[in-house]
């Protein structure tokens, strides 16, 4: 497990724009790509791994005193950009940034995602609503290994569900990654009418998606809960990234406490520590 950095960093906004709806407008749904730019030598960031996560607020009085948690979605040369969505007093302070907004920021923090070119089983990742953060640089670094074994290696899948299509957000950037991104929303306005397991399902059935695949879920909690009882009942191996509300981000303040289960990998300890031990777990590890 990859060591958390509890080293505060200063950082700068360098760029906020709201995300793109999944036909490219800007969505108007509150969504939005927080590019920032960390203080000092960015030699670490080139090294950063998909699925983990910083603890980021204004440092000019404007945030709350406890910082929030945020996946990284994407590296871009010395900066680091989250995708956000603005709902209580922390993301509405992150929203209101301009350029050159000073930031806190500690990490990065947790485990991420497992390593995508060990096993034979083709990836299914399952994203629901903001849960598609995690998921850009996790399809760039799955990709190569399928790309380089041969051009019709299958996968990875990205399943990438919302209430609606404006909530599709950045829809096109994990399209333009190359893998297939197959959509659903609840409404019905953009893709498949229904969730990412009823998708999953018929694109198994119409033979599209293998039935023995590997999963890595991150979205609502019902949505994970179905996920993992799917994984536990065909015995697929599964990951989930929880969305889980924290205080410190570096695993002293005990908020963020993730039942374990009883002979898992876990289970030597009822609790495990959702921002030290995850955000990424293995399904059979925790009760969601």
Not at 32 to 37: E, V
Not at 120 to 137: D, N
Not at 242 to 261: F, K, Q
Request: with cysteine.
């Amino acid at each position: 497990m990859p060591a958390t950095d509890t080293r505060p960093r200063a950082a700068r906004v360098v760029a906020i724009r709201p995300c793109e709806d999944a036909s490219g407008a800007a969505s108007d749904e509150g969504g939005f790509i927080l590019r920032l730019r960390p203080e000092g030598d960015p030699a670490w960031i080139a090294s950063l791994e998909p699925g983990r996560f910083f603890m980021v607020r204004r440092q000019d009085g404007a945030s709350p005193a406890i910082p929030r948690p945020f996946s990284l979605y994407r590296v871009a040369g010395d900066c680091l950009e989250f995708m956000v969505q603005s709902l209580g007093a922390g993301t509405q302070a992150l929203a209101a940034c301009r350029e050159d907004t000073p930031l806190l920021l500690t990490g990065p923090a947790g485990s991420g995602w497992p390593e995508f070119s060990v096993g034979s089983e083709p990836w299914v990742f399952l994203a629901g609503g903001i849960g598609s953060a995690p998921f850009l640089m996790a399809l760039e670094r799955a990709l190569p290994p399928h790309a380089a074994a041969s051009p019709r290696a299958p996968g990875p899948w990205l399943i990438y569900g919302a209430a609606s299509a404006a909530r599709l957000y950045e829809r096109r950037a994990f399209a333009d990654t190359g893998a297939p991104v197959l959509c659903a929303t609840d409404d019905g306005s953009h893709g498949f009418h229904g969730n990412v397991l009823e998708l999953l399902a018929l694109e198994q059935e119409a033979g599209r998606i293998p039935a023995r695949v590997r999963l890595a879920a991150c979205g609502p909690q019902p949505m994970l809960r179905a996920v993992a009882a799917l994984a536990e009942k065909e015995q697929l191996p599964c990951w989930l990234s929880l969305e889980t509300y924290m205080g410190c981000g570096v695993g002293i303040c005990n908020g963020c406490a993730v039942p374990t289960r009883p002979g898992g990998a876990l289970g030597d300890w009822p609790w495990a520590k959702c921002c030290v031990d995850g955000p990424v777990f293995d399904s059979t590890a925790i009760v969601v």
